[in-house]
């Protein structure tokens, strides 16, 4: 359990050079973007370590020296690329002006366990660290899209109006022209009545499949549940390619009927695999004592199980909804133009004309992703608490 222990400052030979390496890092993404990145890890390391220097040794004012060196990066980066610069630039001071006074008052060990060595409160840290530059690394390219979806332009650039942050360089239209062509209508509208169906059928499927599973005296459940779990481990075009075989000899290949059914077997196995890990935690005494009140097998599914394990199924429902509104590979297979879904749509704009209403479309979908996973986290929160895994 961590320990709050007192903190101590730190010597110059200790916090400048990390500071140093800090800059030089903040100097190569800077230095990259104005085509010289070695003299930005230079210029970067030596700015921040004389800052660093400064500040703690010279004035020592935390609160004065974190705007003052928020202040000089801003101007600094007015200077270099305009006001998209200057509030980079004043994210930086800040941030440096944090980082700086964190070393140098020994903050960094304030909450961490007594017993570490040196290089364990290091190895803390950078774990930290790390982890943070990954998802940053994941998250840049869907944080870039979203401002270019407002591009007054037919651009997927930056303008210089945009980056000067001009109102004349951003406009809806983009998004205007999704709500009122007809080609991106149409495909919404073959997303949105094949999606909810085919989440239907993988809800349905999927959850008497895992409590099925569940069982101990089921045989082969293990076999089975790869099976069943196959779709999402197979390669999508090896899958695509086979269901086109199947359904061309059944008379299903380019019906809405087809493209349903396929989106359905991708969705199955999310279902089964979030119903599983619900049923993990699941009194099975609850149903036995239902029986024993003379309820049937339906009634105590309805009115025992499935309440408990609702938080898991609803999840599983969401993964399959966004697997199916986002699928583009197996609907090119399988699907015909009647079923051109948004995903196509994206796809064959990509493919035949460069239009920037793709950002928009893809922005929106980001937007909708983001709303259906926060339910899901908060419905496995809720899931938690009703099986006694965490507090109320």
């Known amino acids: 359990m961590s320990t709050l222990t007192p903190v101590s400052r730190t010597p110059v030979s200790f916090y400048v050079p990390v500071v ?16 010289s990145s070695l003299l930005g890890i230079v210029a970067g390391a030596l700015l921040m370590s004389g800052c660093a220097f400064a500040i703690t040794q010279l004035i020592e004012a935390e609160r004065s020296s974190r705007w003052g060196l928020t202040a000089l990066l801003a101007v600094g980066g007015l200077v270099l690329g305009g006001l998209a610069a200057a509030l980079i630039g004043a994210v930086f001071g800040w941030v440096f002006g944090w980082f700086i006074f964190w070393l140098f008052e020994g903050r960094y060990r304030a909450y961490v366990p007594l017993y570490l060595t040196p290089g364990q409160v290091l190895w803390h840290h950078s774990f930290r660290v790390i982890c943070g530059a990954i998802l940053v690394f994941l998250i840049t390219p869907i944080l870039v899209v979203m401002p270019l979806s407002f591009n007054a332009q037919d651009f997927f650039t930056f303008t210089p109006e945009m980056l000067r942050f001009d109102p004349a360089g951003y406009s809806l239209k983009h998004y205007e022209d999704f709500f009122t062509n007809s080609d991106w209508q149409g495909a919404l509208a073959n997303s949105v009545k094949i999606a909810p169906a085919a989440t239907f059928l993988s809800v349905a499927f999927g959850t008497l499949a895992a409590i099925g599973l569940s069982q101990a005296h089921v045989p082969f459940r293990r076999a089975i549940m790869a099976i069943l779990i196959s779709p999402m481990i197979v390669p999508l075009i090896i ?15 380019g019906t809405y009927t087809g493209v349903v059914l396929a989106h359905a077997a991708l969705g199955i196995p999310f279902v089964i ?7 993990v935690g699941f009194d099975n005494s609850l149903t036995r004592a239902a029986a024993n009140m003379g309820a049937g097998p339906v009634t105590t599914f309805f009115r025992v199980q499935m309440p408990l394990i609702l938080p898991g199924v609803i999840s599983g429902g969401l993964f399959a909804f966004i697997t199916s509104f986002d699928e583009v590979v197996v609907v090119l297979f399988v699907g015909s133009a009647g079923q051109k879904t948004l995903p196509w749509q994206m796809f064959t704009g990509l493919r035949e004309q460069i239009s920037p209403t793709i950002l928009a479309v893809a922005t929106i979908l980001v937007i909708i992703s983001v709303a259906l996973l926060t339910v899901v986290e908060l419905l496995r929160r809720r899931s938690e608490r009703l099986r006694g895994m965490s507090p109320g």
């Open 20 to 35: 140093a390496l800090a800059g030089a890092l903040a100097g190569l993404l800077i230095g990259a973007a104005q085509g």
């Open 273 to 279: 695999i979030t119903v599983t890990a619900t049923l």
């Open 239 to 253: 899958s695509a390619a086979g269901m086109y075989f199947f359904y061309s000899r059944i008379g299903l290949q």
